[in-house]
């Protein structure tokens, strides 16, 4: 019923720039935090940035100052545009989001399927 679904994942070279989105859809009331993180192979998940729906942010220290996170409430999008890629970034980035469905009146977290990025030269 609520889905969400993220884009823009590739390779790059370090150094370089990708932009990542989320779209969330379905029978959705109203969406709280949203955040991306982050999976590297033989790793846990570990939180990249969050942003509350009034637009505070909280980055992960490895990615302060490189990466960006958005959001656009009314499409209900979130992004994440990352600069200065390095190798140690190269992970499935996983888009999360806290939301109230039309038919519930609590918030539940809810994850996208993941998309790779890969840093490499």
């Known amino acids: 019923q609520v889905q969400l679904v993220e884009s823009g994942g590739g390779s790059v070279q370090p150094g370089g720039s990708l932009r990542l989105s989320c779209a969330a859809s379905?029978?959705?009331?109203?969406?709280?935090?949203m955040g991306w993180y982050r999976q590297a192979l033989g790793d846990q998940r570990e939180l990249v940035a969050t942003i509350t729906s009034d637009g505070r942010t909280n980055y992960a220290d490895s990615i302060k100052g490189r990466f960006t996170i958005s959001r656009d409430n009314a499409k209900k999008m979130v992004y994440l545009q990352m600069n200065s890629l390095k190798p140690e970034d190269t992970a499935v980035y996983y888009c999360?989001?806290?939301?109230?469905?039309?038919?519930?009146?609590?918030?539940?977290?809810?994850w996208g399927q993941g998309t790779q990025v890969t840093v490499s030269s």
């Open positions: 999360n989001g806290m939301v109230r469905s039309t038919a519930l009146t609590q918030y539940l977290s809810y």
């Open positions: 379905g029978r959705i009331f109203s969406i709280g935090v």
